[in-house]
């Protein structure tokens, strides 16, 4: 394709200015009410397009079907229509500012270009109907590790709203074709997800006044606070945690890679990983992991036998782990971050108190996506906004990380603003 | 022998019977893999570090593991090199260090520390494997003209890198050979005014380094439009990746560019695989097995498995799994050791794949190691 691919994908850039432009002749409402019956359609188990996503996604991204149907009844539920309409409402105003009705006008670009990563189907919907409810039409690369969610997508469009579905079109050529993702980032505005270094390499290609909106690789946290460290309070944390990590693999932003026990002494975090294994056992047996490839399989390796070295060395740390690579929990001496190989992989942190919390996290506060927070009692919003502070933009109880609002400011920003343009008629001023 | 080793006569008795042991097979001219005789030295020496070691005995012991109860050297418990990051593994008194090398490594990231009582080992071992592999064909006591891609090991002294060259420059370098990288930065200039020197006398040389500083010769080459015709007969040597501190290309590209940039045929271009934590080296076999399949050979006194990393069971012919490195050089810490590598057995040598943590993400999460990369060895 490399010798043809920029030529069409201009090409087909040009063909969506034009799809783009008469849908902008129809009412904008028309245009929300389809994606948001569309949402509904995707939220319901017995639709079509759900089924063929939970029956296609466990071959094309590696996660067992167990995890798909799990991960998808979760992280759809709070997708719906009604959310929609609602956050529509919040970030755009009511849908006739689309229309050029009043002083605050609201539009889309005239092409928005979407390069999707990851096999999480959650953030691919949204980067795909975002521009879309702007009247934004949208060329999209699929991900290499998702091809199926971009393409169930546009055929569900195709079948609700023709016309709508003629402003989302899908190209796909190999990553390192540099002329046409050169031709792809021509678009009025660019919506990337991946690595620090990949937004780095498309910013460089995106010169205002074409936008780039960039989506990066984020991590997220637990804390877990005295009062839900022991008892029945501490068994259902677990098992709430538990699943945070298992559903999508810990692959996810919103998926907690290190969990930290707050309290005055070191028992507390010993609790906290014993039952914490005990749980990850417990939904291995419900929702099996999938098989990671041999680097990720290496990597578990390497760190659970540093673990037990540090043990051996006289650090109080213990290693708890199922006989294959499927869970490990790592019951670490010390708040110090180490690597994570994700495939539902938990390090347990002892500090003493929220001011050493802080601390420990503060230098991970740029790539914080969210913290799980349970049993801090009275102090949890001022935790909270402290956290916030240090970068994270969900927080949120343990059980519900893979869950967010369709309204989650990912990445501290609103969902659909960063897509728009925004003009102001001042008729009567001066 | 440098002046700044330790002579094995100076160590315990133990130990200075086992360096003695695998002196004695490095210095020998003909390598023949000797599965009894590695077995035996790799049994003493485990014994000697189960002792010698306290984490490592409790590691071992925690596995089933001892002395008593090894089958062969293959089940000697590996040490994970991460490790080496957070614990000081040796089996001498802290007192007795001589020299400490670090891995190279980021701001935020800890640096892994390898701490020698001797470098009469560490000298042993590098020198026939990088004469076999880099200089077949040079007569006995005839020198080459080497340069460096690499700070000097006045300039690095943690680095085993530079150790190394430095080593290899005293002993086997002619006059005209020395160091380009120089605080910190490829010394562009003068460097191509040597190599453009070399070129025209017709007088082959030996060009080193690291791949990331290949990268910045290409660059630097490349911004000059300048190309070179190195003389028939010159080679280049190539180690560690170059992620991080310049654009990072895959080994087969670099090769392709440097034969394009310098004139000096794939065929002779050789790939280092080493690190820190390690006093043995390998290399591509190409300039020591012409004609042969490339891939990385060890030499007698170490060994290479291939392990499955989710049984820890040696991988099948052509699998991808996990290189676990057995060094007889290594007595002071620990012979037994876990990379963080990816690799596949290639008849009777191997073949390094990488580690490229992000490569099998599936989702958003920050890779593994993205967050606390270590920059390239």
């Keep these: 394709m490399s010798g043809r691919a920029p030529a069409e994908i201009r090409e087909r850039l040009a063909h969506l200015r034009r799809a783009g432009a008469e849908l902008r002749r129809r009412p904008a409402r028309e245009t929300l009410e389809a994606l948001a019956r569309l949402l509904d359609l995707w939220r319901d188990p017995g639709s079509e397009a759900r089924r063929e996503l939970e029956a296609g996604l466990p071959r094309a991204t590696g996660f067992s079907p167990a995890v798909v149907r799990e991960g998808l009844a979760r992280g759809l539920a709070p997708f719906s229509g009604e959310a929609f309409r609602a956050l529509v409402a919040r970030e755009l105003g009511p849908p006739e500012r689309l229309d050029g009705a009043g002083a605050e006008m609201v539009a889309g670009f005239e092409v928005t270009a979407v390069l999707l990563a990851g096999a999480i189907p959650m953030p691919s919907l949204l980067s795909l109907l975002a521009p879309l409810a702007l009247r934004s039409p949208v060329l999209a690369k699929p991900a290499s590790r998702d091809p199926l969610t971009a393409r169930l997508l546009a055929r569900s469009l195709r079948a609700l709203d023709g016309e709508l579905a003629g402003c989302l079109e899908l190209v796909e050529f190999p990553g390192r074709d540099s002329g046409a993702a050169g031709a792809l980032l021509e678009a009025d505005c660019v919506v990337a997800t991946g690595s620090d270094e990949t937004l780095a390499a498309v910013a460089a290609r995106v010169a205002p006044p074409r936008r780039l909106v960039g989506y990066g690789h984020r991590l997220s946290l637990a804390a877990v606070g005295e009062a839900a460290l022991a008892g029945p309070a501490l068994l259902s944390l677990a098992g709430r945690l538990a699943l945070d990590a298992a559903l999508w693999d810990q692959q996810g932003c919103l998926s907690p890679l290190w969990v930290y026990a707050v309290g005055p002494g070191p028992e507390g975090a010993d609790r906290l990983a014993e039952a914490l294994a005990a749980a990850l056992a417990e939904v291995e047996t419900r929702l099996p992991r999938g098989v990671p490839g041999p680097a990720a399989a290496a990597s578990i390796a390497q760190e659970r036998a540093g673990a037990e070295l540090r043990a051996a060395a006289g650090q109080r740390v213990a290693l708890h782990a199922s006989p294959g690579t499927e869970w490990t929990v790592v019951r670490e001496a010390d708040a110090r971050p180490r690597p994570a190989p994700l495939h539902r992989f938990l390090r347990v942190h002892p500090v003493a108190d929220a001011a050493e919390l802080l601390r420990a996290m503060g230098p991970l506060g740029p790539q914080l996506a969210g913290v799980a927070l349970e049993g801090f009692g009275r102090d949890e919003g001022r935790l909270a906004r402290a956290l916030a502070d240090l970068g994270a933009s969900r927080l949120c109880r343990p059980g519900v990380l893979q869950a967010p609002p369709l309204a989650w400011p990912r990445e501290g920003c609103a969902v659909l603003t960063p897509l728009a343009r925004l003009s102001r008629f001042e008729a009567g001023a001066g | ?377």
């Design chain 2, 1 to 377: 022998m440098s002046a700044r080793t330790r002579p094995s006569g100076r160590l315990d008795p133990r130990r200075a019977a086992l360096d003695a042991g695998v002196l004695a097979w490095m210095r020998e001219a003909d390598w023949r893999a000797d599965e009894a005789r590695f077995d035996a030295l790799a049994r003493d020496l485990f014994a000697f570090q189960f002792e010698r070691c306290a984490p490592y005995r409790r590691f071992c012991a925690g596995r089933g593991r001892t002395p008593e109860r090894l089958g062969s050297w293959r089940e000697i418990p590996a040490v994970p090199t991460g490790a080496f990051k957070e614990l000081a593994l040796r089996c001498f008194p802290a007192e007795d260090t001589l020299r400490t090398f670090r891995t190279s490594g980021t701001a935020t990231a800890a640096r892994g520390e390898l701490h020698l009582d001797t470098l009469e080992l560490y000298e042993a071992s590098l020198l026939p494997s990088f004469r076999r592999h880099l200089l077949p064909d040079l007569a006995a006591g005839a020198r080459l003209r080497i340069r460096v891609l690499a700070p000097s090991p006045e300039e690095a002294p943690d680095s085993s890198l530079s150790h190394m060259f430095g080593v290899v420059l005293r002993e086997l370098g002619a006059a005209g050979s020395g160091f380009d990288v120089v605080e910190g930065a490829l010394r562009a200039d003068p460097c191509l005014a040597g190599l453009g020197e070399a070129a025209a006398c017709g007088e082959p040389l030996l060009l080193c380094g690291t791949a990331f500083g290949f990268v910045h010769l290409l660059d630097a080459m490349a911004a000059r439009g300048k190309q070179l015709a190195l003389p028939a007969g010159s080679r280049v040597m190539e180690t560690g990746g170059s992620k991080g501190r310049a654009r990072d290309l895959r080994p087969g590209e670099l090769h392709a560019l440097l034969e394009q940039a310098l004139g000096v045929p794939a065929a002779r271009i050789v790939n280092q695989y080493g690190m820190t934590e390690l006093a043995s080296q390998f290399y591509d076999s190409v300039l020591a097995r012409p004609g042969e399949p490339r891939r990385k050979l060890a030499p007698p006194w170490a060994r290479v498995r291939v392990v499955d990393p989710e049984t820890g069971t040696d991988a099948g012919p052509g699998a991808v799994g996990s290189l676990v490195v057995y060094d007889l050089a290594n007595t002071g810490s620990a012979l037994a050791l876990q990379t963080a590598d990816l690799g596949r057995r290639l008849g009777d040598g191997f073949e390094v794949l990488g580690r490229e943590p992000g490569a099998e993400a599936r989702g958003c999460s920050i890779a593994a190691d993205e967050l606390l990369r270590d920059g390239p060895g």
